[in-house]
């Protein structure tokens, strides 16, 4: 049995423990590290869809900027470090928000106004 099959059973099994009365809500919420109304959805959906109802429904993380795009967004700051996400964003013609490139920008510690690796960052009398 692979992990979110056995997560997926204790999931069922709590939830069929709350819907007969042996759990309450709070317990139930305590043991599986969601919130009391967490658990209020599990029990509708349990009841409307029987242990099908439980399977995450969540789906993986959907990139809206490619890995080549990211890479261009970095090259592009690290050549002209004084332009802003949003200039980067129209230079490059990208489809994403400017807090979109902002938050790559800030991934990679770009977001300053100079990159923090160029010694003018530091003052000209710093002596790193």
């Known amino acids: 049995m692979s992990m979110s099959q056995e997560k997926q ?37 349990f009841l409307e869809h029987g242990p099908q109802g439980l399977e995450d429904r969540r789906t993986g993380h959907h990139r809206k900027i490619s890995h080549e795009e990211e890479a261009a967004i970095i090259a592009f700051k690290l ?29 990679h510690r770009l977001n300053g106004r100079v990159p923090q690796t160029d010694p003018a960052w530091y003052g000209e009398d710093s002596r790193i």
């Not at 069929?16 to 919130?35: P, S, Y």
């Not at 004084?82 to 800030?106: M, N, P």
């Open 9 to 45: 059973s204790f999931r069922c099994e709590i939830v069929r423990n709350v819907i007969t009365g042996k759990l309450r809500n709070e317990q139930a919420a305590l043991q599986l590290r969601v919130t009391p109304r967490t658990i209020q959805n599990y029990c509708r959906r």
């Open 79 to 107: 050549e002209r470090p004084q332009r802003s996400a949003r200039q980067i964003r129209d230079r490059l013609r990208l489809k994403v928000s400017e807090e979109a490139v902002r938050l790559i920008l800030a991934k």
